[in-house]
């Protein structure tokens, strides 16, 4: 695995991922966020990135007055097809037009606008299995917005999981150094402690195993399964969750042929700079604070467990910073890559992906 980045981009960070045969497709999110300011600077640094070309899904009139306002050289230009976009991605941005009934008023999200911004997503996931699209990137949402709209599902995650008729989505947060799986993910502590069980240890290092083949081209993945008690519970003395619900799994995982280790002291599973490719963790915040800090603005959140390939920036919409035009594109930019390496390596295995078995 690479070092921690520099901050220098590098010739092979230039060259980027290989060619694909077709384009990796960006939904708009919320769009009172910053979704189509960063979508816009990451176009504006294609070749610097080493961007494949991606197809927005939005309104062609807000991207427009996006970069009218900031005065970013963006040519955005609607397009009928997604096969369109490959050829027109060097000159322009090309948009497959999903128009708003609301015009976005940045930092305030509109419930007229919540229909728009679930179809992007539903039309996202149409042309990934259609083969139209490699790869889908979705922008970050506004849950309450889609709420107040009648959304009927707990996030983004959970409404992907029902478009691909998935019943066990799995989180990744990866970065050049580090990819981690909470087992469980947005519940109280408590509530993750009673959730958690040998079950649900073993269907989500199972589906992570199966996707970091799959997806990422590792032939035989290393996960490191964290304990959840501090020092994995030193023999019980600081609970006994580690031996009668984490070794066991971990024991289940290695019967299948699953490269996993521990139940080990959290602070050791820092995969992959410690040796492993994935560390498994109990519970949320586990996961998301070592990766948050090593590296805050170029992490990406990938959805693993679907027929199809998902990824998106590891943040959330910034109201406070929209419309300022100063939204770092880091993480979309780090998505959009992950998400064409990823199509990539499933193109090269030739395997349909979806739940590991």
Known sequence: MPQLNSGKT???ERAGPPPLQAPLVLTMGEPAGIGGEIALQA??????????????????QRLQSIARLHGW?????????????????D????????????????????????????HAIELAV???????????????????????AGFGHPGHTEFLAALCDTPRPVMMLASERLRVVPVTIHVALKRAIELLDADLIVETAR?????????????????????LNPHAGESGSMGKEDATI???????????????????????ARAPCAGYDAAICMYHDQALIPIKTLDFDSGVNVTLGLPVIRTSPDHGTAFDIAGKGIARPDSLIAALRMAATMAAHRTV???DVGNAQ
């Not at 050289?73 to 991605?89: G, H, M, N, R």
């Not at 042309?127 to 139209?132: D, I, P, S």
């Not at 984490?246 to 050791?268: M, T, Y």
Request: hydrophobic share 50%.
């Open 126 to 148: 149409t042309l990934c299995r259609n083969g139209k699209a490699a790869a889908m990137v979705t922008n970050p949402i506004h849950k309450a917005a889609l709420y107040d």
């Open 73 to 89: 050289a963006v040519p955005v230009q609607a397009v009928a097809e997604p096969e369109a976009a490959i050829a027109l991605f």
């Open 349 to 351: 295995s030739g395997t």
């Open 91 to 118: 000159r322009a941005l090309p948009v497959l037009p999903v128009p708003l009934p609301a015009i976005p008023q940045p930092g305030i999200p509109d419930r007229l606008n919540a229909p728009a911004v679930l």
């Open 246 to 268: 984490v070794a066991p799994a971990v024991e289940r995982l290695r019967a299948e042929g699953i490269d996993a280790r521990g139940p080990l002291p959290p602070a050791q």
């Open 43 to 60: 176009w504006l640094r294609r070749h610097e990135a080493g961007l494949n070309p991606f197809l927005m899904l939005d309104d062609p």
């Open 207 to 227: 589906i992570t195993a199966h996707d970091l083949r799959e997806k990422f081209g590792i032939a035989r993945p290393r996960l490191a399964i964290a304990g």
């Open 10 to 12: 590098t010739s092979a």
